[in-house]
Structures are given as C-alpha cells and as structure tokens.
C-alpha cells in the first residue's frame, strides 16, 4: 500500500528565504507526482505535476523536483513572501487514477 | 477554463434532511472523483466517475449516493447523514481514468473549492 509522507509538519520561516518542502513515497510504481496548496477552509489548487519519467517541472518562483527510484520529491520555493502561507499537500497518481496525500506541510512566511 | 465549480459553498443539514451537492466542469474532462475532508486531513476519496459510469467506490456508506446526469456534472445526494459526516467536500476532474495498459499522460487532477458541510 502507497504511503506518502510529508516532514516537517509544520514550518515558519521569515520572508525572502528560499526553501524546501520535502515528499516521500514508499511505491516507486507511480504515474505522476502533483503538488498541491490549500488554504484554510478552501479546495486544492494545482501547483505544478511531474510526470514518472520526469526530472522536474518549474512554474515562476515554483520548482518541483521526482526522484522516483528514491521514491522523494522536493518543491523549491524561491524569495518566499507572505501570501505563500498554505497547506502544501504532495500526492502520487497510482492505479485508476487514485491519489494517495500526504498530511501536509503547514507553511508560514513571517513578514 | 481550469475551473471545477461546485455549489452550494456551505451546507448545514439535519440528520433526516435530503440534500445534494453539486459540481460542474466545463474542460472536456471524463473523469470525475468526490473526496472527503476532515479538518487537518488530506482528502479522501470516495467514488470515481468514469464517462459517466460509476468506477470507483470506496466502501462508502449508502447515504451517500453519487450520480453523474452528463459528462460536465456530478452530484453527490446525501440522506440520513449523521454529524461525523461534517467536512469539507471536494469534487474533481481529469482528462480521464488512468488504465495500467496506457501510456503515461499527463493527467492531472483540477479540484474546486469544496462544500462545507455541517450535519447536526
């Protein structure tokens, strides 16, 4: 069974600093990689997605990062700013579709 | 259109009301997935619509009852709830199901901001 980790689960960091926010999967069989945000009482919005055979996928200050042998992922936040403060929610595509979350990491950016 | 909408927003219902929840994609897509989420949770899922035709079921409870009318809407009918049934409800979309067999797409999964549903 795919289990998905996500350490720590909580971080808060001043703003302007680059940071990490690190994935773990436990089954390399996997699809795709989808980083998510979610802010409080809100739905899921789509940060960027790996495919398998991918490396890593950027999207403006957004770099995500598949080691799928490993079974890690890293997300890359560059010059962090406030309204960055979400829920990061990493998720593995297995079979039909199914999406197995992590927990979660609790992000704040301290002005 | 990356959008996935879904109504109403917030729901409050007694445990022997009958509601729907509701949700609308306008991308073509022919997958569509409800999922369950308790406060500081990831989601859960709970059933899969495949070109309108059921897929998945996770073992979910009877009082709730998926339909999917057309290839833009699903509905999620709720009856007889009881109050651990309190979430937030999360509907998605994507191109479509993955099967092992196919190759590898690039499927990802649009969600919309959710219900907030309270049973009391």
Same mark, same amino acid.
């Given at each position: 069974?795919?289990?998905?980790?996500?350490?720590?689960?909580?971080?808060?960091?001043?703003?302007?600093?680059n940071?990490?926010?690190n994935?773990?999967f436990?089954?390399?069989?996997?699809?795709?990689?989808?980083?998510?945000?979610?802010d409080p009482?809100?739905?899921?919005t789509s940060?960027?997605?790996?495919?398998?055979?991918?490396r890593?996928?950027?999207?403006?200050?957004?770099?995500?990062?598949?080691?799928?042998?490993?079974?890690r992922?890293?997300?890359?936040?560059?010059?962090?700013?406030?309204?960055?403060?979400a829920t990061y929610l990493?998720?593995?595509?297995?079979a039909?579709?199914?999406l197995?979350?992590?927990k979660?990491?609790?992000?704040?950016?301290?002005? | 259109?990356?959008e996935?909408t879904?109504?109403p927003?917030?729901l409050?219902?007694?445990?022997?009301n009958?509601k729907?929840?509701?949700?609308?994609q306008?991308m073509g897509?022919?997958?569509?997935?409800?999922?369950?989420q308790?406060?500081?949770?990831?989601?859960?899922?709970?059933?899969?619509?495949?070109?309108?035709? +059921?897929?998945?079921?996770?073992s979910? *409870?009877?009082?709730?009852?998926?339909?999917? =009318?057309?290839?833009? &809407?699903?509905? /999620?009918?709720l009856?007889?709830?009881?109050p651990?049934?309190s979430a937030?409800?999360?509907?998605a979309?994507s191109?479509?199901? +993955?099967?092992?067999?196919e190759?590898? *797409?690039f499927n990802?999964q649009?969600f919309? =901001?959710?219900?907030? &549903?309270?049973? /009391?």
């Amino acid at each position: 069974k795919q289990e998905v980790t996500q350490i720590p689960a909580a971080l808060s960091v001043p703003e302007g600093e680059n940071l990490v926010l690190n994935c773990s999967f436990t089954d390399s069989a996997i699809y795709n990689l989808q980083w998510f945000r979610q802010d409080p009482g809100k739905g899921l919005t789509s940060l960027l997605l790996i495919q398998s055979s991918q490396r890593e996928q950027t999207s403006g200050r957004l770099n995500a990062s598949l080691d799928k042998s490993s079974g890690r992922s890293t997300l890359y936040i560059a010059a962090s700013q406030p309204g960055d403060s979400a829920t990061y929610l990493c998720a593995v595509t297995g079979a039909n579709s199914k999406l197995t979350f992590g927990k979660g990491i609790t992000l704040s950016v301290r002005p | 259109d990356t959008e996935v909408t879904q109504t109403p927003k917030h729901l409050v219902m007694g445990m022997t009301n009958k509601k729907s929840l509701k949700c609308e994609q306008h991308m073509g897509h022919r997958a569509m997935y409800w999922y369950k989420q308790k406060a500081k949770k990831p989601p859960e899922l709970m059933f899969v619509y495949s070109y309108e035709k +059921l897929s998945i079921n996770e073992s979910v *409870p009877s009082r709730f009852s998926p339909e999917c =009318p057309n290839s833009s &809407l699903l509905n /999620l009918h709720l009856h007889a709830l009881q109050p651990e049934d309190s979430a937030l409800y999360l509907c998605a979309s994507s191109r479509y199901l +993955l099967a092992a067999h196919e190759p590898e *797409p690039f499927n990802e999964q649009f969600f919309g =901001p959710g219900t907030r &549903l309270t049973v /009391l």
